[in-house]
């Protein structure tokens, strides 16, 4: 009963193990694709959070309008 109990788990680890791979290998390309856009666009693109920080995703002109 523990036997099956243990493999039963187990499937069920190796299941959302692949589930999340394949969440994984749909996501990464849109990562790419954003980070292509904020790379080469011209605009200063950025998110604010809630505490209206820039967030870690910014386009590269930003930084040239926001002079240090």
């Given amino acids: 009963m523990i036997v ?13 193990c692949a589930i999340c791979q ?3 290998s749909r996501v990464q390309p849109r990562r790419k694709e954003t980070a292509d856009i904020l790379r080469t666009v011209n605009e200063g693109l950025f998110l604010l959070d809630r505490n209206m920080k820039i967030g870690t995703e910014k386009s590269m002109a930003l930084a040239g309008i926001f002079r240090p």
């Fill in 4 to 16: 099956a109990a243990v493999l039963f788990l187990f499937s069920i680890q190796l299941f959302s």
């Fill in 22 to 24: 394949k969440d994984e």
